[in-house]
């Protein structure tokens, strides 16, 4: 994926499910229309959960990628 600006990074390492998704939402509730939020979470169900919530909300995901443990994804609030 091409070269993305982030907005806001958020940090939800050693938080569980639900925690990374909460972290997320409030991040897109707090943010404008066109910001970037990335989340880092190492909790494996964020790779599904995340996605699966972006495109439900009719967010988009500008880019994910896996380092290691850590799952990386940046969602451009839509709406």
């Keep these: 994926m091409s070269q ?4 806001k990074q958020l940090d939800a390492r050693g938080t569980y499910c639900p925690g990374p998704l909460m972290e997320l939402v409030k991040g897109i509730k707090r943010g404008q229309v066109g910001d970037v939020i990335e989340l880092i979470s190492d909790d494996k169900g964020s ?5 699966e919530w972006v495109n ?4 988009e995901i500008a880019n ?5 443990e850590d799952y990386y994804i940046a969602v451009r609030k839509v709406k």
Excluded: A, W, Y
């Excluded at 790779?47 to 996605?51: A, G």
């Excluded at 994910?64 to 290691?68: K, Q």
């Design 47 to 51: 790779r599904v959960d995340i996605p």
């Design 64 to 68: 994910e990628r896996l380092e290691g």
């Design 4 to 7: 993305v600006e982030i907005t």
């Design 56 to 59: 439900k909300m009719g967010h």
